[in-house]
């Protein structure tokens, strides 16, 4: 084996800002670096709380800075709670007040973790950012030509540093590739994902291991940094109460619905308060079903219902669409429409029409279409 010159030393030992939640796998994935030999530095970004909610961050930082002490490492705490209600909630509550479902998840990766902590630890000295995200990043083929002809995309025809593949992780139950469509290569030459090569249990079997005492924390639920929130008793604060009908259509969701008769089947408090595809927390008479929420009439103020054959649509429409990896359109993909929902084929067109070879279910307004190809995470957009 030949000796490591000072160049391969340099090139090894990074200094490395990573995100740490006070999670296992933010924390293992501190420990893998620091194993590794780069210098590392753990940081807490404090969030937006509502208010009169439980407080959860402060537990949070204080998991973290007891993993990053057992680690030995630098623990910093960056307070993003302006930049988070600004970008993450604010966002949220104006798409529910247009009728549209927000993925805050996505937007609190693209505006939090890989914008404000990605620039702020540039500005302090950091050669990459780190976090605990399951997903797998490849680097080749340096001066490659990205060229999506795409009119609707936030790429066309540039030249790059580095061509970047993001892959899924390989723990297909854990994957979070889902949320990361909206990165750019010029963002993913500083990123680094420690454990997306790992499995959740290994994971947990390595957090055990370097002695990390949130080893058998449980997995945060709910979102992003806010943690399980009641949706629809916080979108009460922001968007007033206002009784509307709920009517059964046996139509699919991408077919006109406007002025057309159907069964009047309960009411609703609120049309905002309910998304597409939603089953639950329906206020309807008793009957058949069960009923999924197919349309919303805001104008009106209808809810429309439909049963599950009604629920599913064969195409839509994608705007603010990011691509990752060169693309030239039209182009089938695997499609995600939902997190955790199956890949399906799809054939996206130049316009940002998806056409999905089979009908798909539960197609929502404001979610995120994620296209893939053989395991790699390509681009996505938002469904309209």
Not at 136 to 144: A, C, D, S
Not at 188 to 208: N, Q
Not at 248 to 259: C, E, G, V, W
Request: glycine share 8%; hydrophobic share 35%; charged share 30%.
């Amino acid at each position: 084996m030949r000796a490591m010159n000072k160049k391969d030393r340099s090139e090894r030992k990074r200094r490395v800002y990573i995100a740490m939640s006070g999670g296992v796998d933010s924390s293992v994935a501190a420990a893998l670096l620091k194993k590794q030999g780069h210098g590392v530095v753990g940081v807490f970004m404090k969030p937006w709380q509502p208010k009169g909610t439980i407080c959860l961050w402060e537990k949070d930082r204080e998991d973290a800075l007891r993993a990053a002490a057992v680690i030995g490492i630098p623990f910093k705490t960056w307070d993003f709670s302006r930049e988070y209600k600004k970008s993450v909630t604010d966002y949220m509550i104006r798409e529910y007040k247009a009728g549209r479902t927000p993925n805050p998840d996505v937007m609190c990766n693209k505006e939090i973790k890989f914008g404000s902590f990605l620039k702020k630890a540039l500005k302090e000295g950091a050669d990459h950012i780190a976090t605990g995200h399951y997903v797998r990043l490849r680097r080749h083929n340096p001066n490659i030509r990205m060229n999506t002809n795409a009119p609707n995309s936030r790429h066309s025809d540039k030249f790059i540093d580095s061509h970047y593949e993001l892959m899924q992780a390989k723990d297909k139950n854990k994957d979070q590739s889902y949320f990361l469509w909206t990165l750019t290569p010029e963002q993913l030459k500083y990123c680094l994902f420690p454990i997306g090569d790992y499995l959740k249990p290994d994971v947990r079997k390595l957090a055990k291991k370097f002695g990390l005492p949130n080893h058998a924390k449980k997995d945060s639920q709910g979102v992003c940094f806010i943690g399980p929130l009641d949706m629809k008793e916080f979108l009460k604060k922001y968007i007033k109460p206002k009784k509307g009908k709920i009517i059964y259509l046996p139509i699919r969701t991408n077919r006109p619905i406007d002025n057309r008769a159907g069964k009047m089947m309960g009411s609703h408090d609120g049309i905002y308060y309910y998304t597409i595809g939603q089953r639950h927390g329906l206020d309807i008479k008793a009957g058949a079903g069960p009923y999924y929420v197919i349309g919303k009439d805001i104008k009106n103020n209808i809810i429309y219902v439909g049963d599950d054959a009604s629920a599913i649509s064969d195409s839509a429409k994608i705007s603010d669409i990011n691509w990752i990896s060169p693309v030239n359109l039209p182009a089938k993909f695997d499609v995600r429409v939902r997190y955790r929902a199956p890949l399906h084929k799809a054939m996206l067109s130049k316009d940002g029409k998806l056409k999905f070879s089979k009908p798909e279910r539960a197609v929502t307004s404001g979610q995120s279409a994620v296209f893939y190809s053989r395991g790699q995470l390509i681009g996505g957009g938002i469904i309209l």
